[in-house]
Every structure is written in structure tokens, then in C-alpha cells.
């Protein structure tokens, strides 16, 4: 999503609303554990404060990711605050530790990207006491359950074994 701030720039002091609904840039491929519902929407604003841009929102969407246990689908919905500076090019001597503008243009893709990413739950859960899935056999315990973890437990010799192996 490229910004045109050229009118923003030009007078200090004052801001531009922001109203996206869309893609952003980098996402499906940075996590692409995630499926993402719809557009992904940041309404927000940007502030001119002599120079420095102030991007403040909300960035929303709805993804669904495979359960950390068990691997059913689990749906979910994010609000995430943005709260960014972002300066002039010439005016940062790292890029890597801020956030720049350059030209006319501002692309918010980075932007929203970074937030986003830190901001997903790395490890979801269906619900919280998630039995997962038996790793032996692969019987999701949720729905059924199987003889695998007492066949262990009769028999101490496989679990010598299993250590042998590992
Ligand atoms: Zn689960
Ligand atoms: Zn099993």
C-alpha cells in the first residue's frame, strides 16, 4: 500500500486519514502457516510533527492456523495497535533500526507487516486443554482414543529401547 504524502509534507503540523482495506505485501509467504480471511484493514492516521511522520491505528484481520497439538483449523481474529515514527531517509544513519520515508510515496506494507507478525499468536491452541494428537499412532485424542500410551507402560523393555534409538 503506497501512501501519497506529497500534500503532508508540505505543511508541517498536519495529517492524513487513513482508510485501507487490502493485502499486505510479504504476508502469506512471511507466515505462511496462516490463512487470512478477507482484507486486512488499518484505519489510522499519519501526523507531519516537523518532518517526522507519527503513524498511529488499528490494524484488523482474521486468519485461521493449525492448532500447535492437535493440527485442526482454529480461527482467530487480531486487533493491533500502531504506533510508529517514521523519519526521512537522509535523517537516519541505520535503516534497519526505524522505519523511513523517501520520495512522495509511503509504502505501509513494511510497516503493518512487522506489527503484524510480532503481534500473531505463535503458538494457537483449539481450546485450552487440547489432549493433541498421539504421537505414536496419530489418533487425535480429542475425538477418540487409543492403546498406544498403555501398550507403553505394560511394556518396560520398548521404552529402554526407544531410549537406545534416541
Ligand atoms: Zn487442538
Ligand atoms: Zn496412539
Redesign the pocket.
Known amino acids: 500500500m503506497n501512501i501519497n504524502i506529497e500534500d503532508l509534507l508540505k505543511n508541517e503540523g498536519s495529517s492524513l486519514e487513513i482508510d485501507y482495506k487490502g493485502s499486505v505485501e510479504g504476508l502469506e509467504s512471511t507466515v505462511d502457516s496462516y490463512t487470512f480471511k478477507g482484507p486486512i484493514s488499518f484505519k489510522g492516521s499519519l501526523q507531519n510533527n516537523k518532518g517526522k511522520l507519527h503513524l498511529t491505528g488499528l490494524v484488523s484481520l482474521e486468519y485461521s492456523s493449525p492448532?500447535?497439538?492437535?493440527?485442526?483449523d482454529?480461527h482467530g481474529s487480531a486487533e493491533i495497535p500502531v504506533k510508529e515514527d517514521i523519519l526521512h531517509v537522509d535523517k537516519v544513519t541505520d535503516k534497519d533500526d526505524v522505519f523511513t520515508y523517501e520520495g512522495d510515496y509511503l509504502n505501509l506494507d513494511k510497516i503493518l507487516l512487522d506489527y503484524i507478525i510480532l503481534n500473531l499468536p505463535m503458538k494457537q491452541?483449539?481450546?485450552e486443554d487440547?489432549?493433541?494428537l498421539c504421537p505414536v499412532c496419530g489418533t487425535n485424542l480429542?475425538e477418540a482414543t487409543c492403546n498406544c500410551e498403555e501398550e507403553k507402560e505394560i511394556n518396560p523393555k520398548f521404552d529402554i529401547l526407544r531410549k537406545f534409538f534416541e
Open positions: 492448532c500447535f497439538r492437535c493440527l485442526e482454529v491452541l483449539c481450546k487440547c489432549k493433541g480429542n
